[in-house]
């Protein structure tokens, strides 16, 4: 085979894996889920380490009512418990706490629940969450009633969504 042939081969076959990698790569597009006033955009969770017994959510909530509305908790296949919980910084050390009554969602406004913030805990694990996998939850608020959301897993570590949707 002559030297021509050869490189071409080798272009045809580097393109073809190219595009194999980039359509695996694809990032995942954000899921929006609504009930009455309430808009959730990008649910998602980080991988975890085998024996880990929680794990964090994160998702932005828009209230587009007239009335403020509350995410009161919520409920997941995947742990025994499920909580929102606030996260502060306070003499250098971070300290989560269950956010007591529900987090308030204004009217008209979005709320963030992102790493360092606001969030959702999943409490008692029942196995191991792994990255690209994806899984069931609701939120319940207090005047929309229950969300059913899908929570999409990204890297350990990950701050931002799957597919770098961040918030």
Do not use: C, Q
């Not at 403020?68 to 910084?89: C, P, Q, Y």
């Amino acid at each position: 085979m002559n030297t021509f042939i050869r490189m071409r081969a080798a272009a045809l076959a580097f393109a073809f894996a190219f595009a194999a990698t980039a359509i695996s790569a694809a990032p995942v597009l954000a899921e929006t889920f609504e009930a009455g006033d309430i808009v959730v955009e990008t649910p998602w969770s980080r991988a975890t380490p085998g024996a880990a017994p929680v794990a964090g959510g994160y998702l932005t909530i828009t209230n587009t009512g007239a009335a403020a509305d509350r995410l009161l908790g919520g409920a997941t296949e995947i742990a025994e418990r499920f909580e929102v919980h606030s996260m502060e910084m306070v003499d250098g050390v971070a300290r989560m706490a269950p956010v007591e009554g529900g987090l308030e969602i204004p009217a008209g406004e979005s709320v963030a629940l992102e790493p360092g913030g606001y969030h959702v805990m999943f409490m008692g694990l029942k196995r191991p969450l792994a990255e690209g996998e994806s899984f069931e939850g609701t939120l319940v608020f207090e005047n929309a009633g229950e969300v059913p959301v899908t929570f999409a897993v990204g890297a350990m570590g990950s701050r931002m969504a799957p597919g770098g949707h961040g918030h």
